[in-house]
């Protein structure tokens, strides 16, 4: 829609590129075979379109299952057991067993609930996932849009995921539900703040809000990754955004949403069959998409460690799968806190330690002090 | 699509704000109801500035809409909160059963 | 963005989007629904600056009025209302009182409107980079807008800290999950 500002941002990003690695993407491809003087931009446009979508569809539903299989097993891990093993090779199959299970179950709703509400709010997590999903840069050229200001779309995109738990609490007229949805708001708006201090530090450090132009700007060795690049202030803000991630994703130790022994499920209380199933598959694309955020920004997205070694989505994969690996060991680890606390962290811990921390950000670079 | 669609647009927008402020007897309604003009004035914002005549000055089209979200965030968490507070002190959100504020 | 027959197009499935949203966050009876509502509305102008070439402000739109405004408002609404609540109609006067302030406002914006004289693009304007944005925000002459910006800053730090105190709990006893929240939150 908005090619006529965005196409010098994607041709110097493409000029910059090493013409040996630099394979072309599928979406030229196809505007070259359907290269017709009219009525073929539009065709190759449908075709391109619905690749994307089935691919981020596919993407996301492959992604979910992977997750969830490996959280079974490290959780069964930390605990001393051997979590799935019966369906299929190491219990890879165990997902797919669950979410037919799940498919098929019958889903009811609530006498007393509000129809609208209730059905509207399992649609809208996957919805912002998919629209975070489209300006990821997984690889040099392997991107869905590039938008000039990427990082404050995400932003914007981000704070919308609390919308479906406040509307779902709400519509399913459940007073556990009601509690689970206030405290997802509160927690959700009080972390976004912190979450956005950490991008504004990138944003600062690179000079940019393009995601590919961030990653671009850390290209060759680990050391100019921004997590070691800014010395101090990148690991304090990688950690800040580890901390803050967890809580937006509603995660132990901050999962007081849904805290099973205080609220039988929280939000989700009165969702089941189909519904549940879309709030649960949400719920671990998210984590991808926090994971794959956090190595664009501080872990230098699809750049290798190491110069002579090929750039590629492999690496990116790599990062966002250490960071999920992180995200699962808190959860096993660490105790819930209370709604109290989880305040009282984000405003008197984290927030002013944030804007001390980009003060200190912002004097190293305008010092120079930049590895 | 041009500059008296986009006007237009607005100002329709804009009576349907005034007639949700007139009607409604829910103080948040209301609030929504102010949202709606301020989008209508944001509308017009961005329309002037993308039809602007050679020379103008068209960041100000980007700056304006800034102050009025800023303004509008400030104003709507103050009268959030003073309607928390005021129904956990009366249990009441409707605007004419609060008509005893006044004295 | 030149005008073509697309963005004709998108242009008034935008406007009949946020119209009838719109007209639905003022009319229909449930709170939570006239909220969604006029995040539709909104969601459909961030569209439409986007169709202007403003995707600042399209992105501000979405972040800080639906992520933050709106949010806020679908808070309270969960804090004040449940589904057993009534809402009562307003009174036939004020339905005719409103229809009629509506109609003479539209009335005469509409006969100022067509006035404008500047209906074509300028074909030399350029997109406002965000670099441009920031430049005009921090410059100290005459054309900038250092001092606005800095009363509006302050203006929020002073909104932010009346609102927290306003909506914080006054009895010293009673104390609930709800009110910690609520008042947490603001």
């Known amino acids: 829609m908005d090619t006529s500002t965005h196409q010098p941002v994607q041709q110097s990003v493409a000029e910059r590129l090493d013409p040996h690695t630099a394979t072309t993407p599928l979406g030229d491809w196809v505007r070259e075979l359907c290269d017709a003087p009219d009525g073929g931009n539009l065709l190759s446009m449908t075709i391109n379109v619905i690749i994307i979508i089935i691919a981020i569809c596919a993407f996301s539903s492959l992604t979910a299952m992977v997750l969830v299989w490996m959280e079974r097993k490290l959780a069964g891990r930390f605990q001393r057991r051997l979590g799935p093993t019966r369906t299929g090779p190491f219990g890879l199959l165990q997902t797919a067993a669950d979410g037919l299970k799940l498919f098929l179950k019958e889903g009811f709703r609530p006498n ?159 969702y089941s069959g189909i519904a549940f199933s879309m709030f649960f598959l949400a719920e671990y694309v998210h984590m991808f998409i926090a994971a794959a955020i956090g190595a664009t920004l501080f872990l230098g997205g699809y750049n290798a460690p190491f110069e002579f070694l090929p750039d590629g989505w492999w690496w990116l994969m790599a990062k ?44 190293l670079i305008a010092m120079g002090w930049i590895l | 699509m041009n500059l008296t669609a986009c006007l237009s647009l607005s100002a329709i927008l804009f009576s349907f704000g005034i007639f949700g402020l007139m009607t409604r007897r829910k103080i948040i309604a209301m609030l929504l109801a102010i949202e709606l003009m301020l989008n209508a004035a944001l509308i017009n914002c961005v329309a002037f500035a993308y039809y602007a005549p050679a020379g103008a000055d068209t960041d100000v089209g980007s ?9 509008t965030s400030a104003e709507m968490a103050v009268a959030l909160a003073v309607i ?18 006044h004295d | 963005m030149e005008a073509t027959l697309t963005t004709d197009i998108l242009f008034y499935l935008f406007s009949a989007a946020i119209l009838g949203c719109g007209l639905m966050a003022v009319t229909v009876k449930n709170l939570l629904h006239s909220a969604i ?88 304007r350029t997109a406002t980079t965000i670099d441009a944005i920031g430049y005009r925000l921090l410059d100290g002459s005459t054309n900038g807008f250092l001092i606005p910006f800095e009363v509006i800053s302050v203006l929020l730090l002073s909104a932010m800290i009346g609102a927290a105190t306003i909506a914080k709990h006054q009895k010293p006893g009673a104390t609930n999950d709800e009110d910690e929240t609520g008042g947490s939150a603001s």
């Open chain 1, 112 to 270: 007393a609930s509000d129809p609208f509400t209730y059905y509207l709010a399992p649609l809208l997590p996957l919805t912002g996932a998919f629209m975070v999903l489209a300006v990821i840069p997984f690889g040099p050229s392997m991107w869905i849009a590039d938008p000039e200001l990427g990082l404050i779309f995400i932003s914007a995109i981000a704070g919308l995921g609390v919308l479906a738990l406040l509307i779902g609490s709400w519509g399913s007229n459940n007073k556990y539900s009601l509690m689970g949805g206030l405290r997802a708001g509160a927690q959700a708006i009080s972390y976004e703040v912190s979450l956005i201090l950490c991008f504004l530090l990138i944003v600062l450090a690179s000079g940019e809000t393009n995601l590919l132009n961030i990653v671009e700007g850390q290209q060759g060795n680990f050391w100019n990754w921004w997590i070691i690049k800014l010395p101090g202030a990148g690991f304090i803000a990688f950690i800040f955004f580890i901390i803050t991630s967890t809580a937006e994703l509603n995660r132990t130790p901050f999962d007081t949403t849904e805290a099973e022994s205080e609220l039988t499920g929280g939000f989700h209380t009165e």
């Open chain 1, 320 to 363: 966002s799968y250490a960071i999920i690996f992180l995200y699962i060991w808190f959860r096993w680890t660490f105790p819930r806190l209370r709604i109290d606390q989880l305040m009282a962290l984000e405003w008197k811990f984290l927030l002013p330690l944030s804007l001390i921390n980009l003060v200190f950000a912002g004097i």
């Open chain 2, 63 to 71: 700056i304006l809409p800034i102050f009025i979200v800023a303004i």
């Open chain 2, 84 to 101: 928390v507070a005021m129904y956990r002190k009366r249990k009441v959100i409707d605007i004419e059963r609060l008509e005893d504020l």
């Open chain 3, 37 to 124: 509502a006029l995040m539709g509305c909104l969601f459909g102008t961030a569209g439409l600056f986007l169709l202007l070439d403003h995707e600042f402000v399209a992105l501000m739109q979405i972040l800080v009025y639906i992520g933050g405004v709106v949010i806020f408002i679908i808070y309270a609404v969960l804090l004040t209302t449940h589904l057993g609540t009534r809402y009562l109609p307003a009174s036939t006067l004020k339905y005719i009182s409103g229809v009629t302030l509506a109609a003479i406002v539209l009335g005469l914006v509409l006969h100022i409107d067509p006035q404008a004289t500047h209906t074509a693009v300028n074909p030399d």
